[in-house]
Every structure is written in C-alpha cells, then in structure tokens.
C-alpha cells in the first residue's frame, strides 16, 4: 500500500519491480487489499491494456492513520539520536539493504 501511495497510477509490474518481486507474486496481495476495499485498479486511458492501482478513500485514510502511529512510535528515537545521528543511521541501514540486494542475486 505504501508503494501504490507514493506512485499512484503505477501497474502491477510497476510495483512488483519496485518491490523487487514477481509481478505473479504481486496479484495475491493486490487481490486482498481489493477485496478489502483498500486499492482498486483502474484502466489507464492512455494504454486500455494496462491496469493502473490506485488506493481508494478507505485505503487512503489507513495509510495515514499508519503513518500517524509509525511517526509517533519513532518519536523517541528521533529525539535520542538527533539529526545528525539519525541521518549517519539511515545511510547505514541504506548500506545494509544495499548489501543483502546485492547478495540475493
């Protein structure tokens, strides 16, 4: 859901290749969160062979309810570590993902 808020509009092999899985591996999760009523796919009007996954109004407000608790959730990590702390975190955990990409292929 997360993917399909940051790019909106984006197909299902889209998402799949930014999630770094199958676009088949993809359709599963893709069927529930329709079925839940938390993304639709849409057909794009410039090609009508390419599905487009939108979130819907209810999808929308989970991913901003979610947020809302993740943010409060790393409050407390931000005020420990600081800027500048937080900032040399994220480039190593950057590293690490890098790392184990590189060692799974």
């Excluded at 487009?52 to 989970?62: A, H, Y």
């Excluded at 959730?73 to 590189?102: H, W």
Aim: no cysteine; aromatic share 0%.
């Amino acid at each position: 859901m997360a993917l399909v808020s940051a790019n909106p509009g984006s197909s299902q092999a889209d998402l799949a290749a930014m999630a770094g899985i199958t676009s088949p591996s993809l359709v599963g999760i893709i069927d529930d969160l329709e079925k839940r009523d938390l993304l639709s796919r849409e057909r794009s009007r410039e090609d009508r062979r390419r599905n487009m996954l939108v979130l819907t109004s209810k999808g929308e407000k989970l991913m901003r309810d979610l947020f809302a608790t993740v943010t409060e959730i790393e409050q407390p990590i931000r005020d420990a570590l600081g800027p500048k702390d937080l900032a040399l975190l994220a480039g190593l955990l950057d590293r690490a993902v890098e790392a184990v990409t590189k060692a799974a292929k």
